[in-house]
């Protein structure tokens, strides 16, 4: 079975660039989640989509970054303009979420690699 | 007070070992509760969950203490190849979907 994939795998530009990332969760899974981690402020949750719509979007650092949810197997993230600081692991994990009942895990994709210089 | 909180460690312990790992959280109203490992360089991965009667796989067992807000994972026997971050995840009872994870402790498994 596909798992969460993510694309680049790595990405270096420079700063000032727009960067874009990209999610596919798997299927079947309505919540999607993007996480940032860095060595210094550990695994940090960004925004979350169920069933496509944003639902908490409260750790987006700034305007700067932007997330969407088109349908249901494909996000984004967006930087612009992108700078050093945001330099870090960007992961995307999807998840089943039920109206009731115990949270599912979530399953994690590779990540991307970002390093503005 | 954080959400969930971890010793980082790290934990250096020779082959065979058994090593325990503690986290405690705020939220009482919490109900999921997971263990992640994460390898350097790698994403998170799904290690187990936790019940509330406390469960096994194999060489890993999780205990949860809803009195004392606290989860645990034992770990029996070590291998080199347990060397990673183990993450304590419990969710979020706000917010449906949502998870918070710790910082996560460090295991160094030495030959």
């Known amino acids: 079975d596909a798992g969460v994939i993510q694309s680049p795998r790595h990405e270096v530009t420079e700063m000032g660039q727009e960067v874009t990332l990209r999610c596919k969760p798997i299927?079947?899974?309505?919540?999607l989640f993007w996480y940032r981690q860095t060595m210094m402020r550990g695994l940090e949750l960004l925004i979350y989509?169920?069933?496509?719509?944003?639902?908490?979007d409260s750790g987006m650092p700034e305007d700067r970054f932007s997330a969407k949810m088109p349908n249901a197997s494909f996000s984004t993230l967006k930087i612009q303009p992108s700078e050093p600081r945001d330099s870090a692991v960007y992961f995307c994990?999807?998840?089943?979420?039920?109206?009731?009942?115990?949270?599912?895990?979530?399953?994690f994709g590779d990540g991307t690699r970002l390093s503005i210089l | 007070r954080k959400e969930v909180e971890q010793d980082p460690g790290p934990f250096n312990v020779p082959e065979g070992a058994t090593v325990a790992f503690n986290c405690t959280y705020s939220?009482?109203?919490?109900?999921?509760f997971f263990w992640y490992r994460q390898d350097c360089r790698k994403e998170p991965k799904l290690l187990m969950s936790?019940?509330?009667s406390g469960n096994e796989d194999g060489r890993f067992t999780a205990q949860l203490n809803r009195a004392s807000q606290y989860i645990s994972l034992l770990i029996r026997d070590s291998k080199l190849s347990d060397s990673a971050t183990y993450l304590c995840?419990?969710?979020?009872?706000?917010?449906?979907?949502?998870?918070?994870f710790g910082q996560g402790t460090t295991l160094q498994v030495k030959p």
């Open positions: 994990a999807s998840s089943q979420t039920r109206d009731r009942g115990p949270n599912q895990p979530q399953h």
């Open positions: 299927s079947g899974h309505n919540s």
């Open positions: 989509f169920n069933n496509n719509v944003p639902i908490d």
């Open positions: 939220n009482s109203a919490s109900q999921s």
């Open positions: 936790v019940y509330s």
């Open positions: 995840v419990v969710n979020n009872p706000g917010n449906t979907g949502k998870l918070i």
